[in-house]
C-alpha cells in the first residue's frame, strides 16, 4: 500500500520490504526456526506461512510443520533424525577401504563378489567402494566359466 506522505514530495511504502528466499537451507535449519516459535505459541499454519518467506520453494510441507510442532510440543529438542531400527549400518568405512585397496593391489583381477564375500559385506556397498570411492574402472574383461566376469582395475586418478 502506498501513502503520500504530506511533506515529502515522492511516494513512500508503508510495507516492509522482504529479503528474497535464501538459496541454499537445511531441514535442520527449518526445524530450529519451528522450535524457536512453536515454544512461543505460534501455530504451525503461520510458522509455514513465515518458512515460506524466508525459505521459498524449499521450505518443509505443511504436514511437516504440524509433526514437528508436535513432536517439539510433546518434549523432542533435537531437530535431527533419530536413527529407526531396521536401518542399514554403515558399511563403508576407511577401513572396509583400505582393505579393499589392498585386495586389489594383490590381485587385479579379483571380482567385485569376491571382494563382498572377503570383507563380509553387500555386493553393492563393494561395488561402491571400488567404483565411486575408490574410482577405479574396468579396464579388461573376459568371461571365465561362463559365471563370472573377472576385472582388472586402474585408477583415474
Not at 43 to 58: M, N, Q, S, T, W
Request: net charge positive; with cysteine.
Amino acid at each position: 500500500m502506498a501513502v503520500r506522505c504530506k511533506n515529502a514530495a515522492r511516494w513512500h511504502s508503508s510495507s516492509v520490504r522482504m529479503v528474497p528466499p535464501l538459496a541454499t537451507c537445511t531441514k535442520e535449519e527449518q526445524r530450529s526456526v519451528i522450535h524457536i516459535l512453536s515454544s512461543e505459541g505460534v501455530k504451525p499454519i503461520e510458522i509455514r506461512r513465515r518458512l515460506k518467506v524466508h525459505y521459498g520453494d524449499a521450505c518443509l510441507s505443511l504436514r511437516k510443520v504440524y509433526e514437528w510442532t508436535w513432536k517439539f510440543m510433546n518434549g523432542i529438542s533435537s531437530v535431527t533424525d533419530s536413527l529407526r531400527p531396521g536401518q542399514a549400518h554403515p558399511v563403508v568405512t576407511p577401513e572396509a577401504i583400505t582393505a579393499v585397496v589392498a585386495i586389489v593391489k594383490e590381485n587385479r583381477r579379483v571380482t567385485v563378489n569376491e571382494i563382498a564375500a572377503y570383507l563380509d559385506m553387500s555386493c553393492g556397498s563393494a561395488h561402491h567402494i571400488v567404483r565411486d570411492v575408490l574410482q577405479f574402472h574396468k579396464v579388461f574383461s573376459k568371461l571365465r566359466d561362463k559365471k563370472y566376469l573377472r576385472f582388472s582395475f586402474y585408477s583415474s586418478s
